[in-house]
């Protein structure tokens, strides 16, 4: 039997990185973070676990962003990941493209489904609650040639993370 390698992939975390993802990431052999970092204190954090690829998403900015790729190309065991922010920006189409496994975040939505043989995980948003889509992250599993994603919900406080106007009546 091949090798097990277990690799974290989170999101959309906006600046924050919560205790449960690193509970949650503990024993993985390499993070996958598919933009929207929000800081390189997240990044900081995340290598206290693993060695950490990471991606641009649109919100990141400044010179410690500008030095991240919008995309990159990891190989992971036998396989070949493609990782970018948002999967609409995606130029490569399948199955031109020779990689196993396309990694985005971007939507908050988390999402594993196979297109002609590719795999392709969305985590979700692993950062401040928006709207009533979950908090999430995802473990990718990569045995031999073959890749397999769960998707993991964390548990989330009730109250409002995400700064909003609330309209008061007077």
Same mark, same amino acid.
């Given at each position: 039997?091949?090798?097990? %390698?277990? !690799? =974290?992939? @989170? ?7 919560? /205790? $449960? #993802? +690193?509970?949650?990431? %503990?024993? !993985? =052999?390499? @993070? ?7 800081? /390189? $204190? #997240? +990044? ?127």
């Amino acid at each position: 039997m091949a090798n097990k %390698k277990v !690799v =974290g992939v @989170i999101s959309d975390t906006h600046g924050l990185l919560r /205790p $449960e #993802v +690193l509970q949650a990431f %503990k024993g !993985v =052999g390499l @993070i996958l973070h598919a933009g929207d970092i929000g800081g /390189p $204190e #997240v +990044l900081e954090g995340l290598r206290t676990l693993a060695p950490v690829v990471a991606v641009r998403g649109n919100n990141d900015k400044g010179d410690w962003a500008n030095r991240i790729p919008e995309f990159q190309l990891v190989h992971a065991g036998s396989l070949s990941i493609y990782m970018l922010h948002d999967v609409k920006q995606m130029k490569l189409q399948p199955p031109a493209v020779n990689f196993h496994v396309v990694i985005s975040g971007h939507s908050h939505r988390p999402s594993i489904h196979r297109r002609e043989g590719i795999l392709f995980l969305n985590p979700g948003s692993a950062g401040p609650r928006r709207f009533k889509l979950p908090i999430s992250i995802a473990r990718l599993i990569i045995q031999g040639s073959t890749a397999r994603a769960e998707l993991i919900e964390l548990p989330v406080e009730l109250k409002q993370e995400w700064p909003r106007q609330i309209e008061t009546a007077k």
